[in-house]
């Protein structure tokens, strides 16, 4: 058995200033992709924002691909695993269907600027060339995804609460209704609230035979 190596004081040091660091970059770069897109965004830009060196962003990441794919994985694992916990709660299929919608709902309420750069893989904005791996990334993280939705959705046809279909059509209809709700704070119809697509959701989901409302 090998001996398990204890970084000493100073590397421990190093390390930690190191991880400061990433997160520090991670949450400037979510900022300025957002606000700027992806190709008026520079390592250089990011850098002097977070008052650091040039060379210490190429420490960090390899280039301003793996930086972007950095930003989109740090909050989107942290979706994907409050996805899987939510969908994981006992209840009715139909209201947790809501209750997921809802909680995508409020993520991205809380992380606009993570929701805009998240857009751009959605919208093809980025314009990436196909052997680029984000757009990979983003086809298998929405997989995943759709696939715990559909498991809600089984799950809910089996007990009778959620309308009959192909559960991943019915999940891939539902995420899609979800990136149309966010796409309309810019589209004019804004005043389209939060409760009311929520209300939506559970009519287009629930068993025919199931009164509204019920949960």
Known sequence: MQDVQIPSPREHRRRVRLETTRSQVLDAAEQIFASAG????????????CEIAVGTMYTLFDDKNSLFEAVLRRRG???RALTE????????????????????????????DWTRVASMLVSDSRGESRDSAVPGLYERGHKVVADIH????????????VRPGNP??????????????????????????????????????RAADRPKGTG
């Open 85 to 112: 916990a939510k969908a994981a709660e006992p209840g009715p299929g139909d209201t947790q269907l809501v209750a997921l919608a809802d909680l995508q709902i409020r993520f991205f309420g809380e992380h606009p």
């Open 38 to 49: 992806f190709h008026n965004t520079t390592i250089k830009s990011i850098a002097a924002q």
């Open 168 to 205: 991943l059509a019915l999940a891939l209809l539902f995420m899609g209704m979800l990136e149309t709700f966010h796409g309309l704070g810019g589209s004019g119809a804004s005043d389209y609230s939060a409760a009311e697509f929520l209300d939506l959701v559970h009519a287009t989901f």
């Open 77 to 79: 694992a942290t979706l």
């Open 150 to 161: 559909a498991d809600v959705i089984a799950r809910g046809q089996r007990e009778g609460t």
